[in-house]
C-alpha cells in the first residue's frame, strides 16, 4: 500500500510511547469498498463534467497534498486509493505515514499523472483524509492532556454509518484505544435493558446465560448504590457515567481489585486531567467519532 522508501518517521511530542503508537495499517480489502462507493457517488450518472468539459484527456499534472493546520495523520491509504482507483498509473508519493503529527505547511504527499484522474478524485481523497485526520488529531487532544496518568481514551459506537472501521483506526492513530466495534463483541448492560429486564441481578443472569465465557460483561451505573450492587454480583466492566469527579473518584475506590472502570459523560481536553486523576481505567468519549471538526488539508496544482 505504501512506498515505504518515502515514507520519513512520525514526529511525536517528548514522551510520547512510540511502541503504543505503532497502528498497522487496515488492508485495502477493506477500505476498497468505502473508496469505491464514495467515487461513484460523486461520479453520478455522467461522471465528472466540469473536469472532462475543460480538461484534454491527455494532460498530466503534478499536485501536493499539504496540511493547513497542525495535527494528527489519518486516511492516506484511503486518499490513495481515491486517486488509483480513477488511473490506476497514477502515482502516489507519500511523504509521511499515518500517526504523523504534522505541522502547518508540511508536505503530504506527491501526486502525479492523469488530470483527469486527480482532479477527480480530489473531492473523495480529501473527504477522508481531513475528517479522519480530525478524528485522530481529536483523539490525541485526550491521550495528550492525560499523559501522566494510567488511564485510557476509548471510543464508542456513535461513529458514522459505513465508516467505524476507518474512525477507529483513526482513534488507535490518535493515541487512543478502541470500545466495542459492535454490537456482537461484548455485553453492555444500560439501563433500558435493566428496565426491560427487571433489575440488575435479572439482566446480568441473563447476560451471562446467552453469552460464551470469553465474552466481557460491562454494566453502566450512574449512582454509588448501583455500582455496590454490580460489584457484588460481579462484572467484568463498570460504566461511570456522567458521575461528578468527587463520585467517579470514590466509584473508582470501591471498584478497585474487583472490576475495571471506564467513565463517560461529556469529557473534553481541559476535563480530561482531572478524571484521569481519580484513577478510572478508561475513558469513553463519543465525539471522537461522531463530532470531530475536520482537519484542515489541501490538494494543490
Request: neutral net charge; glycine residues 8%; charged residues 25%.
Amino acid at each position: 500500500m505504501r512506498n515505504q522508501s518515502s515514507i520519513v518517521p512520525a514526529v511525536y511530542p517528548q514522551g510520547h510511547d512510540e511502541k503504543r503508537a505503532a497502528v498497522p495499517p487496515l488492508p485495502r480489502i477493506m477500505l476498497e469498498p468505502l473508496v469505491r462507493g464514495a467515487l461513484l457517488e460523486d461520479l453520478g450518472r455522467a461522471g465528472d463534467l466540469t473536469t472532462d468539459s475543460i480538461v484534454p484527456a491527455a494532460a498530466r499534472t503534478q499536485a501536493r497534498l499539504a496540511a493547513r493546520q497542525p495535527g494528527v495523520l489519518a486516511g492516506l491509504d484511503l486518499a490513495r486509493l481515491a486517486f488509483q482507483l480513477m488511473d490506476a498509473d497514477i502515482e502516489f508519493d507519500a511523504r509521511l505515514e499515518d500517526g504523523a503529527r504534522m505541522r502547518q505547511g508540511e508536505e503530504i504527499a506527491v501526486i502525479r499523472g492523469s488530470a483527469r484522474a486527480i482532479l477527480s478524485a480530489e473531492r473523495t481523497a480529501l473527504n477522508f483524509l481531513t475528517h479522519l485526520s480530525g478524528v485522530a488529531t481529536g483523539t490525541a487532544s485526550i491521550a495528550d492532556s492525560i499523559r501522566e496518568f494510567h488511564t485510557r481514551v476509548t471510543c464508542t459506537r456513535k461513529t458514522l454509518p459505513g465508516l467505524r472501521s476507518v474512525q477507529k483506526y483513526a482513534v488507535r492513530l490518535g493515541g487512543g484505544s478502541n470500545h466495542r466495534f459492535g454490537l456482537d463483541d461484548a455485553v453492555l448492560i444500560k439501563d433500558n435493558h435493566i428496565v426491560i429486564a427487571g433489575g440488575v441481578r435479572a439482566a446480568l443472569e441473563r447476560a451471562r446465560a446467552g453469552v460464551g465465557h470469553l465474552v466481557k460483561i460491562e454494566l453502566e451505573v450512574d449512582t454509588l448504590a448501583q455500582l455496590e450492587e454490580a460489584l457484588a454480583l460481579g462484572v467484568d466492566v463498570v460504566l461511570l457515567d456522567n458521575m461528578p469527579v468527587d463520585m467517579l473518584r470514590q466509584a473508582v475506590g470501591m471498584a478497585k481489585g474487583r472490576a475495571i472502570t471506564e467513565a463517560s459523560g461529556r469529557i473534553t481536553p481541559e476535563t480530561a486531567p482531572a478524571v484521569a486523576a481519580t484513577g478510572v481505567d478508561l475513558m469513553a468519549i463519543g465525539w471522537l467519532t461522531h463530532s470531530a471538526r475536520v482537519l484542515d488539508i489541501g490538494l494543490d496544482t
